[in-house]
């Protein structure tokens, strides 16, 4: 570590020497609240979303025939993983008590990842604003209209732009592609190639860059700002995008009701979410926190080169410091997570929402990848198994956290969820090759 700022903060937190060094990392946040409260979002912005989502129900279900089943609704279920478990606990020789969960977000209709909640939902959100400013379409209308060559050609004129690190550059793409936007994504050097192909197949523009997702992100903006016609979104700013994250917890309140999965303070809720910038974790933190309250307890998970969000949170600074300036390269297979700086307004929101953070080197990530696929036949992409480390983590770093909120003899009744957060779409010889990766 380099300069002044730097020496100070080491002194400060203690715990920033073994990020810089790339160790494995569990961080406790001593700032979450039993009742959290922000003032840079609301409940009722998560409703707007969901409405706006089920207006779009008709029309999404006729583009998209994948839909159909689900009547529209972009969801996934929660899975158990038994075997996993048992996997996990051998390997890691450690006792997870409780149940463990899949969330399936890696089978997320439509472009396979978490960023198809957030993505497509600000695409959705934007087309509806620009269709009935032009009074083409009028809310009460069957949005199934949308469907038609009157409205592609009407969406021609507009653009939307994003930066990305790959799959929300695919969300937005697949979907603004389809209602006949153009489409540019600025794609990081971390984006994969099929990514990029998938996305040009479809008819998007995408411009790539030797640089990481900020200069991608920060590239887009510029740009965009230069053309009036031009609708960017701003993966390090987004309420929208935090918004259509959000929706998924009152969907899971739903899907854990129905399976009788009990939470509240004899039987907590843990969940494990991989995190880049923050949005989509952060989204989906936000909601349970608020249906939940303190039952829920929620830690977020990053690259041990990329951990830009517990930098962020444990020294205060969010996105004033950035993992470079501590001397990490921000480089990792975790793709998705690929990122050196958190978003500017997630972190302050979740500094009084989440316990906290841990970090996971990449040779791990695969050697869960292996362990997924030879106990559940699982395949999630390498982003989405920082997940798995939370129960492992939390077992064996997390007593203390465990103690002060009296949870150490509820954890028999406990669930842990992982999020997995991506997947269904990376082709085939993408996974055998990560299988390689790592021997058990
Ligand atoms: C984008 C992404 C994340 C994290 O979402 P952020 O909003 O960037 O924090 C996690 N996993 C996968 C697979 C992703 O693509």
Redesign the pocket.
Known sequence: MKNERNHELLEQYPQLKELAKKDTVFWENTNRMKKPKTMHFTMSEVEDAEETLQRFSSYLKVVFPELVKSDGLIESTIEEMAEMKNALEQRYDVSIPGQLLLKCDHNLPISG???ARGGIYEVLKHAERLALASGKLKVEDDYVVLATEAFQSFFRHYTIAVGS????GLSIGIMGKKLGFNVVVHMSSDAKKWKKDLLREKGATVIEYEADYSVAVEQGRQEAIQDPMCHFID?ENSKDLFAGYAVAAKRLKGQLEKANITVNSAHPLFVYL?????????GVAYGLRELFGEHVHIFFAEPVASPCMTLGLMTGLHDEISVEDIGLDNKTEAD??A?GRASKFVGKVMDTYISGCYTVKDEELFTSLALAMESEELFL?P??HAGMFGPIQLMKNGQKYLEKHHLTDKMEQATHIVWA??GSMVPKEMREDYLKQTTL
Request: aromatic share 0%.
């Open positions: 990842s978490i960023k690190t790959g799959n929300l993966d991989p995190c880049g910038v923050g949005g989509g974790p952060g998705g997570l990122v992409e982003s989405a957060t991506g």
